[in-house]
């Protein structure tokens, strides 16, 4: 599977969220190729930053939809938002202390993760019901 490019293999039949989904494959394009160019420091800060905007306003477009159409697996997801959102906190704080070479690998692999489990698994898991109330 690539992780640089969206697939619709990403899709959760949801037109504006996997918009919001393809936000994560750039940023892993991104990094990847600043890796690959031995540029990773250049990017890791509007990277995080991106993915800061990113968490606070996907996770509360999701967590909208959950309330206003009663999606019965709200609590457990928005714990998992939670969780997230603290990683993305911590590794931010780690890069602001200018821990670098450690920020790069923690940084693709929190992309990834929220890639291949977050979006592909969890995220995967509300799409019926989703779409079953009609949001396209």
């Known amino acids: 599977m690539n992780l640089t490019s969206w697939s619709e293999e990403f899709s959760v039949g949801i037109k504006s969220i996997d918009e919001q989904h393809k936000k994560i494959v750039n940023m892993i394009k991104i990094l990847h190729d600043a890796l690959d160019k031995g540029k990773a420091p250049a990017v890791l800060d509007k990277i995080i930053n991106g993915l800061l905007d990113y968490t ?40 602001d202390a200018g821990s670098l070479k450690i920020g790069e690998v923690l940084l693709l692999e929190l992309l990834h993760d929220l890639l291949q489990n977050h979006i592909l698994k969890t995220d995967k898991k509300y799409s019926a019901f989703l779409v079953g109330k009609g949001v396209k």
């Open 56 to 95: 606070g306003q996907h996770f509360t477009y999701e967590e909208e939809l959950f309330d206003r159409y009663g999606y019965p697996d709200a609590g457990d997801h928005k714990k998992e938002h939670a969780k997230l959102d603290k990683r993305v906190l911590k590794l931010k704080a780690e890069l």
